[in-house]
């Protein structure tokens, strides 16, 4: 993809997210790729998130998920692995015949524009904070309107309702799994410390 393209597609995603869906699916982008892509906006996560606690620093009870960086990373790139695959299997449990790259080219982009909402609400931040969170609130609820619409396009589902239940139980499942995990990162944690 053309760096100027990128302009036209990001319009696209907001006015048209299922016509954004078949230019990004489209692409045919080797699976090499985008598991880089996946990394590249992962760690582009992680600088934002460790931005946002320099600027605005998170209250010392909120635990070290919110305090290290590199423990962010990896849930959030755990995280993004996890959406894939699971929008990928539950899809195709549910009669899509979306394949992986089709699936994480759309999550690669959407986090991609996250991120850009992420910068747009930090620099908000600093000046009205009311507004940062509106808008932060807003990119959230229509990341989903627009996350239901990719799915059906990669899937072919022929229904927002259908897509809209893949989404929901790749949601759950994700939720599961990295609850398991941050429990045992969590149990580790305590178990080192009892020791020092």
Request: charge should be neutral; hydrophobic fraction near 60%; aromatic fraction near 6%.
């Amino acid at each position: 993809m053309m760096l100027a393209d990128w302009r036209p597609l990001t319009v696209a995603t907001i006015t048209d997210p299922a016509g954004a869906a078949r230019a990004l699916i489209g692409l045919r982008l080797p699976r090499e790729a985008l598991w880089t892509a996946l990394l590249l906006v992962a760690v582009l996560n992680a600088l934002m998130f460790a931005l946002s606690n320099i600027v605005l620093p998170p209250p010392p009870e909120l635990g070290l998920l919110f305090h290290s960086p590199l423990l962010y990373l990896a849930v959030v790139t755990g995280g993004l692995t996890l959406s894939v695959v699971s929008l990928h299997v539950i899809g195709r449990m549910l009669g899509g015949t979306g394949t992986l790259e089709d699936i994480m080219v759309l999550v690669v982009w959407l986090q991609l524009l996250r991120v850009a909402v992420q910068v747009v609400a930090l620099v908000l931040a600093l000046v009205t904070p009311a507004l940062s969170a509106l808008v932060v609130l807003a990119a959230a609820f229509y990341g989903i309107y627009i996350m239901v619409h990719f799915v059906n396009q990669a899937h072919g589902l022929g229904s927002l309702l259908r897509s809209a239940g893949v989404l929901l139980a790749s949601a759950f499942a994700i939720l599961l799994v990295l609850s398991l995990f941050l429990s045992f990162i969590g149990g580790s944690i305590l178990e080192t410390s009892a020791h020092v």
